[in-house]
């Protein structure tokens, strides 16, 4: 079966093609075929490479940062080129999507149907960034391929799990009860993918385990996890709340925007914007890339700096709010592209448990090892770094899918 995969992320995105025969594996396989596309660093144009499982690469400029063309030109190279891997879009048997916004219409993974399709549209005033990127991947499949299945994967659904304490906001009741404002979190296709890696990491069952994981990129939030179900997570009614991120905001006190709105006179859009393109590290240190962050402050500048600082303050501040949850911890995760790479940003979050008996083992957190444990020996909990595969889980929710359709 040729599993096609398409996850769209706010500055970038991303597709897999992965094959697989009557089994499916434990461990992701190497896709067939990969795409990468990321138009954070030069805004209008759009950095696309591709590789193949039998080392074939391209890399490219496009002219163009629009996700309909930058998607159409991505889906090409499955067919033409030096990086033809299938004979067209006929030979893929199912595609699935990374959907952000769920609500509470999905507690699970679903086949993509027009009723399915109207529900991501009408969550997408929650996730405007999102739910509207994820629509131009199915619709682009039904233009290129419209016999194909496809499912959409949701990153709401692995969080209807947390309890109602976890989940009602200290507004009046009415607002739960008749206007469906909550914590509905996300990431939760990382999440889940990344409880389920840091068992077999740990050789031991999921069940078993208290879990905190930390997916760290352009956009960041944390997840308590018990006995493989998530109670708490720091994103909550949008993609906004929570800790610093890239170019949106977190958490902040809302009586700012209300200051804002009457003595400012500042739109509804405007603030919008503000707070999700242009704040987090790239409001405080001009750049949403941790790594320019980090090498901006190697160099002495004063505000990336204070980016990064916030940034640190902010994560343990999560941590210590899904530990008090969980009542204990078992391991901390680091995934995303921060999580995985930025060796400062782990050991200043676990410095500050120390007093708890986490400690790291300097050496291994410098290396930034992927799927490995980078806790001291001697510490009270394990620390992983694990490389979050949210496109094979996609691929794995389609798979069994199609086993039951």
């Known amino acids: 079966m040729r599993i096609l995969v398409l996850n769209a992320g706010s500055s970038s995105q991303k597709s897999r093609l992965y094959e697989i025969d009557n089994k499916l594996p434990d461990l992701a396989p190497d ?48 067919w033409s080129g030096e990086t033809r891997v299938i004979d067209g879009p006929a030979a893929i048997d199912i595609a699935g999507h990374r959907v952000v916004h769920g609500g509470t219409k999905f507690e699970d993974s679903v086949f993509v149907t027009p009723q399915v399709k109207a529900a991501i549209r009408e969550m997408a005033v929650l996730a405007p960034v ?19 299945p496809q499912v959409a994967a949701f990153d709401t659904a692995f969080h209807r799990t947390m309890p109602d304490a976890a989940v009602v906001y200290p507004l009046p009741y009415a607002f739960y009860e008749r206007e469906g404002i909550r914590r509905f979190g996300f990431h939760g296709i990382s999440h889940r993918y990344c409880a389920h890696r840091a068992a077999q990491i740990l050789g031991k069952e999921l069940s078993s385990l208290r879990l905190i994981t930390c997916h760290l990129g352009n956009g960041c939030s944390l997840a308590a996890i018990s006995q493989g179900r998530s109670i708490d997570t720091s994103m909550g009614f949008t993609p906004m709340e929570g800790i610093m991120m890239g170019s949106r905001s977190g958490s ?42 980090l090498q901006k402050m190697r160099e002495g500048d004063a505000r990336a700096k204070l980016a990064f600082e916030m940034f640190t303050h902010r994560l ?10 969980l009542g204990g911890l078992d391991a901390l995760v680091f995934a995303g592209g921060i999580g995985e790479n930025a060796a400062e940003v ?60």
């Open 316 to 325: 343990r501040s999560a941590i210590g709010a899904m530990l008090a949850s």
């Open 252 to 293: 902040i006190d809302p009586g700012i925007l209300l200051y804002l709105l009457r003595e400012k006179k500042s739109s509804v859009d405007q603030l919008d914007t503000t707070l999700n393109t242009a704040s987090g590290l790239k409001g405080i240190a001009g750049s949403g890339d941790m790594r320019q962050v």
């Open 31 to 78: 896709p067939l075929w990969q795409a990468d596309a990321d138009w954070s660093h030069h805004p209008g144009t759009t950095d696309l490479k591709i590789t193949t499982r039998g080392g074939a690469t391209r890399e490219e400029q496009l002219p163009t940062d629009e996700r309909a063309a930058v998607i159409g030109r991505m889906l090409q190279t499955l």
């Open 130 to 148: 999102h739910n509207p990127a994820n629509l131009v991947g199915i619709e682009a499949i039904e233009h290129l391929a419209p016999a194909v």
């Open 346 to 405: 782990r050991a200043a979050a676990c410095e500050a448990f120390a007093f708890l008996g986490l400690k790291l083992d300097a050496q291994e957190n410098a290396r930034s090892p992927v799927d490995e444990d980078i806790a001291a020996q001697d510490s009270a909990a394990r620390v992983l770094v694990i490389h979050t595969q949210e496109d094979w889980a996609i691929a794995q929710d389609c798979w069994k899918l199609a086993q039951h359709a």
